[in-house]
């Protein structure tokens, strides 16, 4: 494939931690508006992935490009810049804060992150934050304190504070963990929404919720990309049945 033909092109990623290699020589491709869900057992190498993709780790070999342009040398906060949202398992919202707030300081601003509270409420702010909280369940809930909220209604928050950025690539880690069944039917009517506007690339283990939500699904094991496909086709991969049966 040519990298500069997909919105996200991982070519050759390998990641070794003393000699391990946590990611081995993976590539994968993600096209605009994809929904692409990583899965694989523990310890393959997932959310390792997601660590190299938004600079929290760096690669020992290979490239990540985005938009064409290469990540792999760029800073966290670059990557953000670059249009990368990153979501991780737990909620890092400001629970002292209301909903209003918390998307509110998440709005982009340059540098002054911390100083956002200070600024004005202009109006492209507050419609951009009505938007993002009606999108994310939560209209009704402006003004309540995020520390209230059920643990679902968190994980929305934190992906509007996300949204509210407009990244052209948003990554999720176990969106659905801990959530009601209800929930999750609501989490999938919301990636589905917002996959309309840019790609989305999960870690889920709940396969049940992968079924529902992939557009394609990218297995991996042991850092090496074993199966990738719709669901339909991974889930009768005999090497992914070996995989999640034999261990
Ligand atoms: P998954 O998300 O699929 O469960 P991880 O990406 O968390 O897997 O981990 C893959 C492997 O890499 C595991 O064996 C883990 O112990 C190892 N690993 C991950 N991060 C580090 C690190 N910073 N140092 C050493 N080993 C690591």
Redesign the pocket.
Same mark, same amino acid.
């Given at each position: 494939p040519n990298a500069t033909d997909f919105l996200l092109a991982v070519e050759d990623l390998t990641v070794s931690? !003393?000699g391990?290699k946590?990611?081995d020589n993976l590539s994968f491709y993600v096209d605009e508006n994809e929904l692409r869900v990583i899965i694989?057992?523990?310890?393959?190498?997932?959310?390792?992935?997601l !660590?190299l993709i938004c600079g929290r780790?760096r690669a020992t070999a290979g490239s990540i490009r985005f938009r064409g342009r290469e990540l792999t040398a760029l800073r966290e906060y670059e990557i953000v810049r670059a249009g990368v949202g990153r979501k991780f398992q737990n909620p890092s919202i400001y629970e002292d804060l209301t909903v209003f707030e918390n998307l509110e300081i998440s709005f982009p601003r340059g540098r002054s992150v911390f100083g956002a509270l200070a600024f004005k409420r202009d109006a492209e702010v507050i419609e951009r934050v009505e938007a993002v909280a009606e999108s994310i369940f939560l209209a009704d809930q402006l003004n309540r304190r995020a520390e209230l909220l059920s643990h679902g209604q968190k994980q929305w928050l934190e992906i509007g504070m996300l949204l509210i950025q407009q990244p052209d690539l948003l990554m999720l880690d176990e969106p659905v963990a801990g959530m009601s069944v209800a929930e999750r039917v609501k989490t999938a009517e919301l990636l589905h929404r917002i996959c309309a506007d840019r790609a989305v690339l999960v870690?889920e283990h709940d396969m049940k919720f992968v079924e529902d939500i992939a557009h394609k699904v990218t297995v991996?094991h042991q850092?090496k990309r074993l199966s990738e496909g719709p669901m339909h086709a991974v889930k009768t991969d005999p090497k992914v049945i070996e995989v999640y049966l034999g261990h």
């Open positions: 931690f !003393d391990f946590a990611v694989g057992p523990n310890g393959a190498g997932k959310t390792t992935v !660590d780790t870690i991996l850092g």
